[in-house]
């Protein structure tokens, strides 16, 4: 199995769901790469959204303790989803299923939760 590394900020609050007895938080990182450069030699860049999706105790810290802007460093694999719609009509996607993340630098949100608890 191959494993992707991925840093970006939260774009939204994670969303956590349960579905039977499993615990889903998806959520989407979001970071600006070098795309080359404009007309006047400038540095330009693009805006990259990825969206994840995290299951059980990996979905609950994710949803309890992420907020929108905070920095996450995760560690993915690739799935490929492969499923009929509601009308019939095969789907195909792909999503990136989180292995294992860590916390990084607290986004503008959170830094003034802490400030106001005094941490």
Do not use: C, W
């Not at 609950?60 to 905070?70: L, P, Q, W």
């Not at 920095?71 to 719609?85: E, F, G, K, P, S």
């Amino acid at each position: 199995m191959n494993t992707l590394f991925f840093t970006g900020r939260l774009a939204a609050a994670p969303e956590l769901n349960t579905y039977g007895d499993t615990k889903v938080t998806r959520f989407r990182l979001i970071r600006n790469e070098y795309a080359g450069k404009d007309d006047k030699g400038e540095r330009k860049e693009r805006e990259v959204v990825i969206p994840f999706s995290a299951f059980g105790k990996l979905a609950e810290t994710i949803a309890k303790n992420s907020h929108v802007g905070d920095q996450l460093i995760v560690a993915a694999t690739l799935r490929n989803n492969r499923y009929t719609d509601k009308d019939g009509v095969e789907q195909y996607g792909y999503n990136f299923e989180v292995v294992s993340f860590e916390f990084g630098a607290p986004g503008a949100e959170k830094r003034k939760m802490l400030a106001e608890r005094g941490e």
